[in-house]
DNA sequence: CCAGTGACGGCTA
DNA sequence: TTAGCCGCCACTG
């Protein structure tokens, strides 16, 4: 199908969650990628800043979301700081010192994966 | 309406 | 190579 999420232009913050929401398990993306993927790659924090509310929409897993280098900078704002590692590990991403083993291998880019679809 | 904030990213020194 | 600074867009007060 055609029909991107992009062409669903409704909240910003909506197309955040949508794309993360689509994050397989095991797998890890940054706000970078999510930023270029809604066209605004220039705004990587307004990434970051949306997951700011995701607290309200509990489908999203945030913490399959991380910064460009694979570090868990949004841990803090999770219920706990080792939560969002808990998670990771849960789905099988190791996850040292607040930061992803192998990121790369487990960075999920949107515009491969959904471009595939 | 104006200014500050924010879970980042890229560039320059 | 590492560290620091600026820029960016969207939202709240």
Redesign the pocket.
Known sequence: MTTSISENKK???QQVYQVVRLIPEGRVT????I?IYLG?K????????A??A??SMKDVP??R?V???G?L??????ETSEK?QELLMSEGVAVENNQVVHFIKHFWDPFIELNLE
């Open positions: 909240d910003f913050f940054s706000y970078g990628a930023a605004t220039k705004s990587s924090r307004m990434v970051g800043w997951m700011n995701c607290h945030a913490h979301v910064n460009r280098i570090l900078t949004g841990k803090q704002h999770f969002m």
